[in-house]
């Protein structure tokens, strides 16, 4: 679904990228209510996890292949406003680095593949919530439909991006369906991609998933008239060990995925691509900025050998996203000081 320069005019670019620049505005200021010293890192990590599976495409019809978008799975793990940041800064790396993803088109991208997708999987993920019975199965079922969702919606919303914007002549009902129908099936594995993850987080950290966060009530303190949260307690040796496996679990699981087993994806042309070649959007693709990056089309320049030249390039994506994005949210994370304390509750009542 990355979208290369040259498919969408100047006019709707700019205007995507406002809208992209406040969103990740707004987010940055949500994101500090999401995350803390706990789950700062662990978004970081997400970054850098969807980033590896965004290099598996596999097939989904003949000629056709998909890949992960990760809106629904980020929004579940570390909150919506955290999620949006973390496909932006996937999308950054990956159109700065590999030259994937128009520069010219990073606010269409940002707007599509990380906006739309989070905003409508989270408000499917709390529906179904709000219906299911208070269980963590219900948290990896409705990871399941709303990742299912979040990718068709994807597809209608560059098919608008394209009626208002497209730079050739082709009918937007043939846009409209064939980007609908190939991402209905891409939607598929990444619902199972989502819930599985989901699904493992949850089993032996759920205090860490943001979507599973409800399903047991926090005490809450009355301060100034208001009703806050009380300060988590301080996490034993044992909670921060499981923290840090946690981290180092995905790290590594990340690295390997995107350095080795990346070299077995599918090498056929993903939803958009396909489309786009089918339909002629691309007749007017422009050359990417970064085409002359060392790591362009993920691969490292003067390594001849493509098995090691991907892996290195896919090493590389997964360390530069996890410190990129492990900094940004780090900076932005609400800080232990900032909460309630029980020494201002006391000294409130007095």
Known sequence: MHVPDGFINAPVSAVTGVVAAGAIAVSLRGARRELDERTAPLAGLVAAFIFAVQMLNFPVAAGTSGHLLGGALAAILVGPFTGVLCVSVVLLMQGVLFADGGLTALGVNITDMAIVTTVVSYAVFRGLLAVLPRKRRSVTVASFVAALVSVPAAAVAFTLMYAVGGTTDVSIGKVATAMIGVHVLIGLGEAVITALTVGAVVAVRPDLVHGARGLRQRLRLRVNGELVDAPAPAAPAAARAS????????????LVLAGFVSFYASANPDGLEKVAHDQGIDKKTEKHTSSDSPLADYGVRDVSDSRLSGGLAGVIGVGVTVVAGSTVFWAVRR????????????STGA
Not at 243 to 254: A, E, I, P
Not at 338 to 343: E, F, L, Q, Y
């Open 243 to 254: 923290r840090r496996t946690l981290w180092l679990t995905g790290l590594v699981t990340s």
């Open 335 to 346: 800080r232990r000081d900032a909460d309630v304390s029980p020494a201002s509750t006391a």
